[in-house]
């Protein structure tokens, strides 16, 4: 029997963001951003997405008067990769990756958005890091920009409603690209781009409360229509100066079943796919669809766009669709009286024949290939996977060699389901799958909980939800999974 295998190049590896994994929030010439102002609510139920991420001036105000505050701003310390880098890619070498996720801080290069010159120390930072990735022969697969705009430009220009943060974007996009191209063959504009529409503060560095009086729809259409341009503008760059590079955009994959099979659930589930599907539409086929078009003039909203806007995001596209994919949702025409349950930026109706997650989250392996099969189908482009996880509370407990492990099963029963569903679209669907990086290899501060213990990863990480802890790295039982996982390029998943 032919062994199964994945394509012989697969991209196995894993996947991290810098406001979440960094930390050395302050350090090396690093500006605030965005994320260092995040503060956690430890006291709002977990499965409460919206007030998570609700920020207003009196919360940044509140942040930048504590510097010194790391308990409640959990993304300053992140699992300090600041100072771990070199354990932590030997790790992953150790797995035997072949890519690894990561992004760039905005604010270590350009410290306030609008600087004139970059920080070197910011930029030497990451290029020990892409030499040590290079060491163990791994890709990096870098995100610009993922939650972390400087906070500078949010307080001085309203960030990415305002048509200049496009031109900083470039500043940035150009200093990382020329002193990095010669390490980066994969490159994600922005993270998850639709989740603009639900947390504009995190994606989009929008404080509401400087908005009033503004149609707030209209700001954060407008502000995703810069993106949009910048995100164009990058790739015209990366493709000038490095024709071999590869640039991609970054899509919330919110996969969704109707309730019933009543036509109008139907419908409804269908509308909500569109709900995210319109913004790789539009970096994908380089135009805004036509149903975009439709809402914003029934929603009366007045989107500032440029020929020459227009122009480049034609003719600059992406050349393929990336995304991150936890769970999958259930959708009615009518919710009155049916149970909801959290999933990742969202809350939606509870599908009864699935597990959920202590935050809510309901894992549907098939929902998976399901996506898979809808992207490719859709845009016939080369896919790419770069989040998938579940996120678990866990303990170290003895290995009975003198350290300390995880016993994390539901991790490898979850991860097993998830590859073994991606290998079917790959065989039996046709699906072109450039890789998988898992969310997140090693444990880091989750983005709507701001909470540490919510663990992720291959490997744990000594760091409580206040912060206490060694931050010392150990290899969980799934780490030894995945490397076997990866040295098989797959087929031990049959075994
Ligand atoms: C996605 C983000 C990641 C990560 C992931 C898991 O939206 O792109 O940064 O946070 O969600 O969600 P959480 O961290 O809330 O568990």
Known sequence: MIEKEFPKDFLWGGATAANQFEGGWNEGGKGWSVADCARSHLDVDVQDYAKQNEVLMKDVEEAMAHPEDLKHYPKRHGSDFYHHYKEDIALLGEMGFKTFRMSIAWSRIYPNGDDATPNEEGL??????????????????????????????????????????????????????????QYVKYWLTFNEVDSMIRHPYTTGGLIKDRFNGKNWEEVIFQSMHHQFVASALATKYIHEQFPESKVGCMLTKLT??????????????????????????????????????????????????????????????????????????????????????????????????????????????????????????????????????????????????????????????????????????????????????????????????????????????DCDDEGNGTFKRYRKKSFYWYKHIIETNGAALFE
């Not at 990096?140 to 031109?167: F, G, M």
């Not at 319109?278 to 086929?285: G, I, R």
């Not at 894992?363 to 579940?390: A, C, H, M, Q, T």
Request: glycine fraction near 6%.
């Open 124 to 181: 030497k930072f990451y290029e020990d890091v892409f030499k040590e990735l290079k060491k163990y022969n791994i890709e990096p697969l870098v995100t610009i920009s993922h939650y972390e705009p400087p906070l500078n430009l949010a307080l001085k220009y309203d960030c990415w409603y305002s048509r200049q943060t496009i031109d900083f974007f470039m500043r940035f996009v150009k200093t990382i690209v020329d002193r990095f191209g």
């Open 256 to 461: 969704y079943y109707p309730y019933s099979c009543k036509p109008e659930d139907q419908l409804e589930a269908q509308q909500r796919m569109r709900a995210t599907y319109c913004y790789s539409d539009t970096q994908v086929f380089g135009e805004y669809p036509a149903y975009l078009l439709a809402r914003f003039k029934n929603h009366g909203l007045h989107i500032q766009m440029t020929e020459e806007d227009l122009h480049v995001m034609k003719e600059y596209p992406v050349d393929f669709i990336s995304f991150s994919y936890y769970s999958s949702s259930c959708v009615a025409k009518n919710a009155e009286g049916l149970q909801t349950t959290a999933g990742n930026t969202q809350v939606a109706i509870k599908n009864p024949y699935l597990p959920a997650s202590e935050w809510g989250w309901q894992s549907d392996p098939i929902g998976l290939r399901i996506s898979l099969v809808d992207l490719y189908d859709r845009y016939r482009k080369p896919l790419f996977i770069v989040e998938n996880g579940l996120g678990e509370k866990e303990e170290l407990v003895s290995d009975g060699n003198g350290s300390y492990t995880v016993n994390d099963d539901a991790h490898i029963a979850y991860y097993k389901e998830h590859m073994k569903a991606m290998y079917e679209a790959i065989v039996e669907d046709g699906v072109e799958l450039l890789g998988y990086t898992s969310w997140a290899c090693i444990d880091l501060v989750s983005e709507s909980t701001k909470q540490m213990s919510k663990r992720y990863g291959f490997v744990y990480v």
